[in-house]
């Protein structure tokens, strides 16, 4: 994760706008969250593509949400190797028995 925000801070570095406001990334991280609400459903849902409307995939809505993430992070200073470390231990203690495990014998 640090390799991936060394990038991402590299490449937006080199504009002078830098990174947005929180409140800009957080607007542009709901745009990107829509823009994969829309290519959920149009692969899963009731609701079919447009003849001209253009080719997009989940995978790149993604990637897309990904980056924004990374921005805000890197903007605000927060180390996504740690933040993503101790949400995997709230996970392993507070969630330890929450769900059904796979090939676990009684």
């Not at 899963?44 to 995939?57: R, V």
């Not at 993604?62 to 933040?83: P, R």
Request: net charge negative; charged share 35%; aromatic share 8%.
């Amino acid at each position: 994760m640090a390799e991936l925000q060394r990038e991402v801070d590299k490449y937006i570095s080199q504009f002078k706008e830098g990174y947005f406001s929180p409140l800009s990334m957080l607007a542009r991280m709901s745009e990107e969250v829509g823009e994969l609400a829309r290519e959920v459903n149009h692969q899963f849902g009731e609701k079919p593509k447009k003849k001209d409307e253009a080719d997009n995939s989940i995978e790149n809505e993604l990637g897309d949400i990904l980056f924004i993430v990374i921005c805000f992070a890197n903007s605000l200073g927060i180390d996504l190797t740690e933040a993503h470390d101790r949400i995997m231990h709230k996970f392993h203690t507070r969630d330890a028995d929450r769900w059904t495990r796979k090939n676990v014998e009684p």
